[in-house]
């Protein structure tokens, strides 16, 4: 099925976003300083860096700005990597490890700031991240994971019990992590926002504008749209899970994996205070995740992963069952609508930065979590153009690498959604 094939994107978070500006599609051949490809969190962020410098820089996307995954996100701000800093040290070797690491623990409280820096309209909340083991045994993923996030300085501590059933409002967990520096925003605002401020420094942001190739000429490169082109020195591809061919070979570097999301209708004033009262967001350690938040509204939204862009009857049925086991106090009818995007899964869970030509960036690959790292990304893209050495940028720049066996991954995610799924319930039942 081709991009444009699965154009909707009908998340809630449209009827509380902040209004979008109105964009206009590409037209005519012009020249900018930078391109970038995608006007997501990860391209708006280094729209914004690049355009406070002066320096010109052109956004394209093939629909309009937060219409990717940042417009449907479930919008938490977790910062923290999959992995224990150990893992990813070994991983990425000395220099990069400790270089990541500290861009994840510093990746919460950089997006805030930027927020608060830029007064983005996006009802941000800082209140925390709850991270809650779905069974016993999976109390020593969040002890490790504990002991190695919290010696890099990262406010991280445990809830337990009664107090963590208070906190979420649902007995479904017993242990969890708080991480401080967790939270949320609304993620269509957030984007709409990142433009607009872009666009008043500077930037001009272009809609239905797919770009459909990327040619060099002399040491420029001139990108094309069905009725324009954009020459400029560098092109910043920021397309994330909506990655095409467009660039050879980034599109295997990752694999697309559907997450979805479902809200509830409003809730009573009675019911939103009694699920995660102080704000928190809350997320768990199954490898089907289960996640939610309150809009910092009157509604609840609640995650999980899925095997449709649209949220298919297998995944509204899950959502349904994951809502129900956390917070059985709602019921299925409660769910007013739901709604799936893309986001890009790496080999190694952490995100990849691409130079494959001199002019050419690629930034991508949050597994989940680009909601923080996207924005740190953004800002990592705009360093590289204006003068960082790659040597010294705090992910390392990596070649391209195909993801094995690529084709068969829609067969392969789809499969494993159902097995991980299976095991993530006989935890419950029997660890
Ligand atoms: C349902 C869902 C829930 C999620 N929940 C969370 C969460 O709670 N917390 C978290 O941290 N992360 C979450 N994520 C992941 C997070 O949303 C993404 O990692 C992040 O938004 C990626 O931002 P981005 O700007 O890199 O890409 P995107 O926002 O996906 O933007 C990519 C853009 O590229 C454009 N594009 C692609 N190809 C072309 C082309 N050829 N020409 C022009 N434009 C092109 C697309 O139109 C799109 O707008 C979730 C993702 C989904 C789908």
């Given at each position: 099925m081709t991009l444009r094939q699965q154009q909707t994107n009908n998340s809630f978070w449209h009827q509380t976003a902040t209004p979008a500006a109105a964009v206009q599609a590409l037209q005519g051949d012009i020249t900018a300083d930078v391109t970038i490809i995608g006007a997501g969190i990860t391209g708006l962020r280094a729209a914004l860096e690049l355009a406070q410098q002066n320096i010109n820089v052109v956004v394209l996307d093939s629909h309009e700005p937060g219409w990717g995954a940042s417009g449907?996100?479930?919008?938490?701000?977790?910062?923290?990597?999959?992995?224990?800093?150990?893992?990813?040290?070994?991983?990425?070797?000395?220099?990069?490890?400790?270089?990541?690491?500290?861009?994840?623990?510093?990746?919460?409280?950089?997006t805030f700031a930027l927020i608060d820096q830029h007064q983005l309209q996006c009802d941000p909340v800082q209140n925390g991240w709850l991270r809650g083991a779905h069974c016993p045994s999976a109390i020593s993923e969040l002890e490790s994971m504990y002991r190695g996030w919290s010696e890099l300085g990262l406010k991280i501590s445990f809830v337990e019990g009664e107090k963590l059933h208070q906190l979420t409002g649902s007995s479904a967990y017993n242990t969890a992590t708080l991480v401080e520096s967790g939270g949320c925003i609304?993620?269509?605002?957030?984007?709409?926002?990142?433009?607009?401020?872009?666009?008043?420094k500077g930037a001009d942001i272009y809609g239905r504008s797919a770009v459909t190739a990327v040619k060099a000429q002399g040491d420029q490169w001139?990108?094309?749209?069905?009725?324009g082109s954009v020459t400029s020195q560098w092109?910043?591809?920021?397309?994330?899970?909506?990655?095409?061919?467009?660039?050879?070979?980034?599109q295997k570097t990752i694999v697309p994996l559907i997450s979805v999301q479902a809200v509830t209708r409003p809730l009573s004033d009675e019911e939103y205070a009694s699920i995660l009262p102080q704000g928190h967001t809350l997320a768990d350690t199954r490898r089907v995740i289960y996640?939610?938040?309150?809009?910092?509204?009157?509604?609840?939204?609640?995650?999980?992963?899925?095997?449709?862009?649209?949220?298919?009857?297998?995944?509204?049925?899950?959502l349904?069952?994951?809502l129900q086991k956390t917070f059985p106090q709602l019921s299925p009818d409660d769910i007013e609508s739901y709604w799936g995007g893309r986001l890009a899964f790496t080999p190694e869970v952490l995100p990849h930065l691409h130079e494959p030509a001199p002019g050419i960036l690629a930034?991508?690959?949050?597994?989940?979590?680009?909601?923080?790292?996207?924005?740190?990304?953004?800002?990592?893209?705009?360093?590289?153009?204006?003068?960082?050495?790659?040597?010294?940028?705090?992910?390392?720049?990596?070649a391209f690498k195909s993801f094995p066996f690529h084709r068969f991954h829609k067969l392969g995610v789809q499969s494993a959604i159902k097995y991980f799924e299976l095991r993530d319930n006989l935890d419950v039942k029997f660890f």
């Open positions: 449907r996100t479930g919008g938490q701000v977790n910062p923290l990597a999959h992995a224990t800093p150990d893992a990813i040290i070994k991983q990425l070797g000395p220099v990069y490890g400790p270089r990541m690491l500290e861009s994840y623990v510093n990746s919460g409280d950089e609304q993620p269509l605002s957030y984007s709409r926002e990142l433009a607009r401020v872009a666009e008043e001139q990108v094309h749209t069905a009725a092109v910043l591809f920021c397309t994330n899970g909506y990655t095409d061919n467009t660039l050879k070979g980034l996640y939610s938040r309150k809009d910092n509204r009157n509604r609840l939204l609640f995650g999980s992963l899925g095997m449709a862009e649209h949220a298919n009857n297998a995944d509204r049925k899950r349904q069952r994951g930034g991508l690959g949050y597994n989940g979590r680009g909601v923080a790292m996207g924005t740190v990304m953004g800002r990592i893209l705009a360093e590289r153009v204006t003068g960082a050495r790659p040597e010294d940028l705090p992910i390392p720049t990596t």
